[in-house]
């Protein structure tokens, strides 16, 4: 069983930074496959980042690809998504997400651990 706790969300002018984190219980955590999707109004909830157990594995959604940053402390038991260069259309709630295989991580069907989320808001 892991538990995942996302915080860092917050208001930010277009252009700015924010560093999203998510703080995971469970002695296992390295084996983990860690995810980041969002979820804006109206919309199903999106892949943005994916990172493999090591650290060693990144993908990232193309539109954030050169502006989103994924890494993982894994003796902090703890993944980030470090957000550069942001748009209004970067505007949703973001999740983290655990899952056992690296397999198809950009569904969100495939994830067995979600964090409550947190809201990110860029204003223009």
């Known amino acids: 069983q892991v538990q995942l706790v996302d915080s860092g969300g917050g208001l930010v002018q277009a252009g700015g930074s924010l560093r999203l984190s998510c703080a995971a219980s469970g002695r296992t955590f390295s084996s983990y496959t860690m995810g980041w999707f969002r979820q804006a109004p109206g919309k199903e909830r999106a892949f943005v980042a994916a990172?493999?157990?090591?650290?060693?594995?990144?993908y990232y959604e193309d539109s954030v690809k050169g502006r989103f940053t994924i890494s993982r402390d894994n003796a902090k038991i703890t993944v980030y998504l470090q957000m550069n260069s942001l748009k209004p259309e970067d505007t949703a709630v973001y999740y983290c997400a655990a899952k056992n295989q690296f397999w198809d991580f950009r569904s969100p069907a495939t994830y067995d651990y979600w964090g409550q989320g947190t809201q990110v808001t860029v204003s223009s």
């Open positions: 990172i493999s157990g090591g650290g060693g594995i990144t």
